[in-house]
């Protein structure tokens, strides 16, 4: 079945960076687009940008853009999503969640990672 | 930028009611609309998309139904696992709506 692992629980300072992979199985890994999203704890989903794991094409939310960078190895079927310049407002649970047909809805998702960001 | 609010914020019912969530757009998505299901803890899972499609596996309880500005999330007779925070989402910027939290009266 369609599977996605995400790597585990991460504790940084503000202005470190972050890199989040997300291990891909049960299907082609370069025939769907990977997104990312964020939920902010008690909060709603917020959608930070994808990658095609084909080409290695980008697309990221205006908010993001010179902060967040998508790359994947598709050796290994794994996606990564890392953010710099980290503030304790992007404390968060990061998911990836793959693509279907095409059209930016978002199934199945990881489990998710939770960052910290704190002195 | 496409804005989409939901409504109402909570919505309290017992099981085996209906519910009916809303969610409007700020300009005409077509009928690019998909709904989320997150229960506590968990990933989100995704229910319908296209509006009114359901996705793999998901109980025929659940409907989508709008198109253009006002959708809509049914589902027909509430079941115990069915409490939860639902999720709208358009696809052109990839934005969701601010939740709607679905809980047991």
């Known amino acids: 079945q369609v599977q996605l692992v995400q790597s585990g629980a991460e504790v940084k300072k503000p202005g470190a960076s972050v890199k989040v992979s997300c291990k891909a199985s049960?299907?082609?890994?370069?025939?769907?687009?990977m997104h990312w999203v964020r939920q902010a704890p008690g909060q709603g989903l917020e959608w930070m940008g994808r990658i095609n794991p084909n080409s290695g094409g980008t697309n990221y939310a205006q908010k993001f853009q010179g902060r967040v960078t998508m790359t994947r190895d598709t050796s290994i079927s794994t996606a990564y999503m890392e953010l710099s310049r980290l503030r304790s407002d992007d404390t968060a649970v990061y998911y990836c969640?793959?693509?279907?047909?095409?059209?930016?809805?978002?199934?199945?998702w990881g489990q998710g990672t939770l960052v910290t960001v704190s002195s | 930028e496409i804005v989409l609010t939901q409504s109402p914020a909570t919505l309290s019912l017992s099981p085996g009611e209906r519910a009916t969530l809303s969610c409007r757009a700020s300009?005409?998505?077509?009928?690019?609309l998909a709904w989320y299901q997150q229960k506590p803890g968990q990933a989100p899972r995704l229910l319908i998309y296209?509006?009114?499609n359901r996705a793999t596996g998901i109980p025929a309880r659940f409907s989508g139904s709008g198109s253009g500005t006002d959708f809509t999330l049914t589902i027909s007779s509430l079941e115990p696992e069915d409490f939860a925070v639902y999720y709208c989402?358009?696809?052109?910027?990839?934005?969701f709506g601010q939740g709607t939290r679905l809980e047991i009266k």
């Open positions: 296209d509006a009114s």
């Open positions: 989402q358009q696809r052109s910027n990839c934005h």
């Open positions: 049960g299907y082609t890994f370069t025939g769907y687009y």
């Open positions: 969640a793959r693509d279907v047909l095409w059209r930016n809805w978002f199934d199945p």
């Open positions: 300009q005409s998505v077509s009928s690019y």
